[in-house]
């Protein structure tokens, strides 16, 4: 991996003014990234990340700092200039895919070749070419509503890729994937570091990335909390299944605690999805980054219609107590 910094951000600070209230999006946040890292930046909803991701995107401004890509400050540039770095330097991938419904995965595709001036032939041909790179060179006349989740997941990365871009912006990404195809997706975005030397900045909440990231920033409260390299995790992959006893707390909601601890380091049980149908809470599986353990857990009683990851904070106090959703 080319050690060359390609985003430089100094100061970055965004303030949101409601009356007379001043809400700190961000808080004087220093960040260099590296050409051809994948870089995840994970911390809980409202901590920032995606205001970080707009900065970075040249999709809003900061109210102080900067931010320089490539060498070009963002801060000094025209509104036109500004959607020149977006359409040649930048690829977006979307939590919801952003797909036009009524148009095939081939013209999705061709949309940010047309906005640049490509003629329709080169744009059909770069279109045809990067859809194929990602395995649908067979889907190219479907539209949206004739593909799977993940099928849309990668049209949206293809179109990310048509300009060529050296940055790859990606928000939530395998959040509304089951976990097979989520798997899938994050290996597609992990090549795209090693094949084609594109630095990928993801948004997460997903834990499947840390083993696939170069680096892992932290953001709580607006403010770089951490910034680690992957080999200064201790992360490891296996499986496990263990039964947990059930409760209800004072809201009545599923509530599990576990009544031993679980050893070693894992990942989500592959066949567990959402949608699987589950007669008891069971914790499948627990993941370490820098010493904290998630216990990770699969609904009761039920069908599961979201996988819920425990609080950090009770995991270390050691009580261990995981709200579960279930249809």
Same mark, same amino acid.
């Given at each position: 991996?080319?050690?060359?910094?390609?985003?430089?951000?100094?100061?970055?600070?965004?303030?949101?003014?409601?009356?007379?209230?001043?809400?700190?999006?961000?808080?004087?946040?220093?960040?260099?990234?590296?050409?051809?890292?994948?870089?995840?930046?994970?911390?809980?909803?409202?901590?920032?990340?995606?205001?970080?991701?707009?900065?970075?995107?040249?999709? &809003?401004?900061?109210?102080?700092?900067?931010?320089?890509?490539?060498?070009?400050?963002?801060?000094?540039?025209?509104?036109?200039?500004?959607?020149?770095?977006?359409?040649?330097?930048?690829?977006?991938?979307?939590?919801?895919?952003?797909?036009?419904?009524?148009?095939?995965?081939?013209?999705?595709?061709?949309?940010?070749?047309?906005?640049?001036?490509?003629?329709?032939?080169?744009?059909?041909?770069?279109?045809?070419?990067?859809?194929?790179?990602?395995?649908?060179?067979?889907?190219?006349?479907?539209?949206?509503?004739?593909?799977?989740?993940?099928?849309?997941?990668?049209?949206?990365?293809?179109?990310?890729?048509?300009?060529?871009?050296?940055?790859?912006?990606?928000?939530?990404?395998?959040?509304?994937?089951?976990?097979?195809?989520?798997?899938?997706?994050?290996?597609?975005?992990?090549?795209?570091?090693? &094949?084609?030397?594109?630095?990928?900045?993801?948004?997460?909440?997903?834990?499947?990335?840390?083993?696939?990231?170069?680096?892992?920033?932290?953001?709580?409260?607006?403010?770089?909390?951490?910034?680690?390299?992957?080999?200064?995790?201790?992360?490891?992959?296996?499986?496990?299944?263990?039964?947990?006893?059930?409760?209800?707390?004072?809201?009545?909601?599923?509530?599990?605690?576990?009544?031993?601890?679980?050893?070693?380091?894992?990942?989500?049980?592959?066949?567990?999805?959402?949608?699987?149908?589950?007669?008891?809470?069971?914790?499948?599986?627990?993941?370490?980054?820098?010493?904290?353990?998630?216990?990770?857990?699969?609904?009761?009683?039920?069908?599961?219609?979201?996988?819920?990851?425990?609080?950090?904070?009770?995991?270390?106090?050691?009580?261990?107590?995981?709200?579960?959703?279930?249809?």
């Amino acid at each position: 991996m080319s050690q060359e910094v390609i985003i430089e951000c100094r100061g970055l600070t965004k303030i949101y003014r409601m009356g007379a209230n001043e809400v700190y999006a961000l808080r004087d946040v220093d960040l260099d990234v590296l050409q051809g890292e994948y870089l995840s930046v994970m911390g809980p909803s409202g901590s920032g990340k995606s205001t970080l991701f707009n900065m970075i995107g040249a999709l &809003d401004k900061p109210s102080r700092g900067s931010v320089t890509i490539g060498g070009i400050s963002l801060k000094e540039q025209s509104s036109r200039r500004l959607a020149y770095v977006r359409n040649h330097h930048i690829g977006y991938i979307f939590q919801s895919f952003n797909l036009i419904l009524s148009l095939t995965a081939l013209r999705n595709v061709m949309l940010p070749l047309q906005f640049s001036g490509a003629t329709y032939e080169q744009c059909e041909r770069r279109a045809t070419e990067v859809l194929t790179e990602v395995g649908l060179g067979d889907r190219l006349h479907h539209r949206p509503d004739e593909l799977s989740g993940g099928q849309q997941q990668r049209v949206a990365i293809a179109r990310g890729l048509a300009m060529n871009p050296s940055i790859m912006l990606a928000d939530e990404p395998t959040a509304n994937l089951d976990l097979h195809t989520g798997e899938d997706i994050i290996n597609t975005l992990r090549r795209l570091c090693d &094949d084609h030397g594109v630095t990928v900045i993801t948004a997460t909440h997903d834990h499947k990335m840390l083993d696939k990231s170069d680096r892992i920033l932290w953001i709580k409260d607006g403010k770089r909390d951490r910034l680690l390299r992957r080999d200064e995790l201790d992360i490891r992959v296996g499986r496990v299944e263990h039964a947990a006893s059930v409760k209800k707390d004072e809201a009545g909601e599923g509530v599990v605690e576990v009544d031993s601890p679980l050893d070693g380091v894992f990942q989500l049980a592959k066949n567990l999805q959402v949608g699987t149908e589950v007669n008891e809470l069971k914790v499948i599986g627990v993941i370490e980054a820098d010493g904290e353990k998630h216990d990770i857990v699969a609904g009761c009683q039920g069908v599961v219609s979201e996988v819920c990851v425990a609080d950090g904070d009770k995991v270390r106090r050691g009580a261990a107590l995981l709200r579960v959703k279930t249809t």
